[in-house]
Structure formats: C-alpha cells, structure tokens
C-alpha cells in the first residue's frame, strides 16, 4: 500500500516562507507527475503546481516567481517552497501522484491527507 504524507504547513504572517514536504511511502519503483493542489474555504481544489520525473514544472498563474517546486526521486519526495505568501494563498495544500509504479501494480491518483496554511495580514 502506498500513501503521501504532507508536512510543513503552519500559521505566517502575509510575505513570510513555508516550505512543504510530501513523502511517498509503500514499495515503489517510481512516481510520474507530482504535483500540489490547494483548496480554500467555499472553493473548489486548483492546481498549485507540477513537476515530472525529469523535473519539468507547470506553475498556477496566481504562484509564479513566489512558488517553487522540486522533487528528490530517490527519495520519493515533493517540496514547495512558498516565498512571499499573501492571505489570498491561505488553504489546504495537497500533495498528489499522478501513477505510482509498485511491484505489483500502478496506482493512478493518489492523494495526501492534507496541511493547512494560513497566511495572516
């Protein structure tokens, strides 16, 4: 069984830095895209950013030059460093597999638990 596991979230002040960590446990061989996603209070869940195996990313428009996102394959993990973060990023992030190749199957879709962020003003 495989599963992510989102850390890092917290309270901030408007303009401050947190960076996210999502690690991918079970017996795997390899993860495809990774990505973050983020929904706010009475919103539907958006993409935050992506990034392939081959580090290729996709940035929301909302996040550009203040996120960025990485991946250390060997480790299976995912970060996202947030710079200069403004109240209208407050949300719960999500950390996100596209396919996770395993011994015994690929599993498509699969989602963390989840960590709040609030920026303050």
């Known amino acids: 069984q495989v599963q992510l596991v989102e850390s890092g979230g917290g309270l901030v002040q408007a303009g401050g830095s947190l960076r996210l960590s999502c690690a991918a446990s079970?017996?795997?061989?390899?993860?495809?895209?990774m990505a973050w996603y983020r929904q706010a209070p009475g919103k539907q869940r958006e993409l935050v950013a992506a990034?392939?195996?081959?580090?290729?990313?996709n940035y929301a428009d909302s996040v550009k030059e203040r996120f960025t996102i990485s991946r250390v394959n060997a480790e299976n993990t995912v970060y996202l460093q947030m710079n200069s973060l403004k109240p209208e990023d407050t949300a719960v992030y999500y950390c996100n597999a596209d396919r996770i190749y395993t011994p015994n199957r690929v599993v498509r879709h699969t989602w963390g638990q989840g960590t709040q962020v609030t920026v303050s003003t």
């Open positions: 079970g017996s795997i061989f390899s993860i495809d895209v």
């Open positions: 990034i392939t195996g081959g580090g290729s990313t």
